[in-house]
């Protein structure tokens, strides 16, 4: 896998070279004068992966709804591939229309209708006004096999895993012919396999010449796969960089604004515990997508500190711990 992704990387074209999404200086404030999108740049190539990546707060989904229609934005323009002047999406049906397909964490299919229905749901194939369910059926189970997607047309959604349901909305995506596909935090849920498989699935989309832009905020997922990274900061674009050009640490500087060296100089200076008295002990701790097995003791009289990269599963440990997540 990696010897022809640096390949692919060779054969594409710079960047900016051929953008079919292009934003300039956009804006948008949910409340006058407190900013969540100021003034950004940016733009995605054809055939291109591009993640945006940024801490909680930092505008990332905002961003995606401008971009879909979503929300209004006050300032700036967005460039389409294809088309002569500025577009303005004025719903995600409109964005759709311009070959804009987004696919969110939580999946916004229905669970009780087919998966069928699902891939067709608005756009289902008529015979005499009324739905043609063979044709259906049969054009929906051809596409889930070109996707290899390990569903049946027939079964009901909620019967397929959450991964497997983000894979289908994908392949409404897909089949509706998108230019560009967002996905906003899409992997939060999903296992290493089932990551693999997702990222597969979308190498396929870039060689057919979509745009792909993935939100996240787990770093280990980026470097694997993508062409180029983009970075926001409390609704600032920091930059848009190469992969090559911007190792993980630096990455992290950028997304929290501070030199590395800042960090590399905490020091320790604390008393020693005398006994060990446990006060909360977890063995095999685990959350499907955020956390492999941790163990972990905290004794009485203790300060334990959790440190590691952003994305790492710092936030998702102590949920975990305290009980808010399974
Ligand atoms: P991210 O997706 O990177 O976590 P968001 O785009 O959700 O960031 O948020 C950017 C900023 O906009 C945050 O300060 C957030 O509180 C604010 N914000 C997001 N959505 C809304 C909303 N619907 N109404 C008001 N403020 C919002
Ligand atoms: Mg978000």
């Given at each position: 896998m990696k010897s022809t992704?640096?390949?692919?990387?060779?054969?594409?074209t710079g960047s900016g070279d051929d953008p079919i999404i292009?934003?300039?200086?956009?804006?948008?404030?949910?409340t006058a004068g407190v900013p969540a999108l100021n003034g950004i740049n940016l733009h995605i190539n054809k055939g291109e992966f591009v993640f945006v990546v940024g801490d909680s707060g930092s505008g990332k989904s905002t961003l995606i709804k401008v971009l879909t229609g979503v929300h209004e934005f006050e300032n700036?323009?967005?460039?389409?591939?294809?088309?002569?002047?500025?577009?303005i999406n004025k719903s995600p049906q409109d964005a759709q229309n311009n070959g804009i397909s987004t696919v969110y964490q939580e999946v916004n299919l229905c669970p009780n209708l087919t998966v069928a229905e699902n891939l067709f749901i608005g756009r289902e194939p008529r015979k005499a006004g009324f739905i043609d369910w063979r044709t259906m059926n049969k054009r929906a189970t051809e596409l889930l096999k070109s996707l290899e997607i390990d569903a049946s047309a027939t079964q009901k959604l909620e019967e397929v895993s959450l991964a497997r349901q983000?894979?289908?909305?994908?392949?409404?995506?897909?089949?509706?012919?998108?230019?560009?596909?967002?996905?906003?935090?899409?992997?939060?849920?999903?296992?290493?396999?089932?990551?693999?498989?997702?990222?597969?699935?979308?190498?396929?989309l870039k060689d057919e010449g979509v745009g792909i832009i993935f939100?996240?905020?787990?770093?280990?997922?980026?470097?694997?796969?993508?062409?180029?990274?983009t970075v926001l900061r409390n609704g600032e674009l920091v930059g848009e960089y190469e992969v090559k050009d911007l190792p993980r640490v630096m990455l992290v500087a950028k997304m929290m604004g501070k030199d590395?060296?800042?960090?590399?100089?905490?020091?320790?200076?604390?008393?020693?515990?005398k006994e060990f008295i446990p006060v909360i002990e977890a063995e095999g701790l685990?959350?499907?997508?955020t956390i492999k097995p941790f163990d972990m003791?905290?004794?009485?009289?203790?300060?334990?500190?959790?440190?590691?990269?952003?994305?790492?599963?710092?936030?998702?440990?102590?949920?975990?711990?305290?009980?808010?997540?399974?």
């Open positions: 992704a640096v390949k692919k990387r060779v054969q594409r292009l934003l300039e200086n956009v804006s948008k404030s949910y700036g323009e967005i460039r389409l591939d294809g088309k002569d002047g500025p577009i983000q894979m289908i909305a994908i392949a409404r995506a897909v089949d509706m012919k998108c230019k560009v596909l967002i996905l906003d935090e899409p992997t939060s849920s999903l296992d290493d396999d089932e990551v693999a498989k997702l990222f597969k699935l979308m190498n396929r939100v996240t905020h787990f770093l280990e997922q980026v470097y694997e796969v993508c062409d180029r990274i590395f060296d800042d960090l590399a100089d905490i020091k320790g200076d604390h008393a020693e515990l685990s959350h499907k997508g003791t905290i004794n009485k009289g203790e300060v334990v500190g959790f440190t590691g990269l952003l994305g790492s599963g710092r936030s998702e440990l102590v949920r975990a711990i305290y009980g808010a997540d399974k």
